[in-house]
């Protein structure tokens, strides 16, 4: 298996990035904010998880080890596939998503699109002996953005989680008080989702 991949970015699209490995462009799915992280010409290294299918090959990328670990993690519990994984670390950290597991908040994890009641409730059931405490790492620095550019990026990355454009530019409104002088990409994508699940 491919266990990370280290080059340069070749482009970065609306739910994956291109990473030039040795002459050849691998795509990766990411959640919007490890894309967010991410500009063409620079060099990055992502920690890598492949989905076999069979009729794909898939590679999702991370922003460090220990998201890779819960996506693979929260897989294991029944029902939850890699589209599900990736959903619920764009709208939860794993730290985040370890505290909703542990302490049984249902209400956190149906914030996650695609996720209901009795969803959450089998997840927590089944991850709560194996996910393990909060670590505490968060993920250094979150990305930022200058000015407006964190709109467009928050827009791509819950178009790319399946919302409307329309409903993602409503839930951009409602946060874009929260922006500030140096915007919390990562954060300010957390928010509109939970606009988004609560309407």
Not at 54 to 72: K, V, Y
């Amino acid at each position: 298996m491919i266990a990370f991949v280290r080059g340069q970015v070749a482009a970065v699209g609306l739910t994956s990035a291109v990473v030039e490995v040795g002459g050849v462009g691998l795509e990766l799915v990411c959640t919007p904010g490890t894309l967010a992280t991410l500009r063409p010409g620079q060099s990055t290294t992502l920690p890598t998880s492949m989905v076999v299918r069979e009729d794909s090959l898939t590679l999702f990328g991370f922003l460090d080890d220990d998201e890779r670990t819960t996506f693979e993690l929260v897989q294991t519990a029944s029902g939850v596939g890699p589209k599900l994984a990736q959903a619920m670390l764009a709208v939860l950290s794993p730290d985040d998503l370890r505290r909703a597991v542990a302490g049984e908040d249902v209400k956190t994890l149906t914030r996650v699109p695609g996720i209901g009641q009795k969803g959450a409730q089998r997840i927590i059931l089944e991850l709560k002996d194996r996910i393990g405490a909060p670590v505490g790492s968060g993920h250094g620095p979150a990305p930022t953005a200058s000015g407006p550019d964190w709109r467009g990026q928050v827009q791509q990355g819950l178009v790319g989680l399946g919302w409307s454009a329309k409903e993602a530019d409503k839930a951009i409104e409602s946060v874009a008080d929260q922006a500030g002088d140096a915007p919390d990409v990562g954060g300010l994508l957390r928010a509109a989702l939970r606009t988004l699940s609560k309407a």
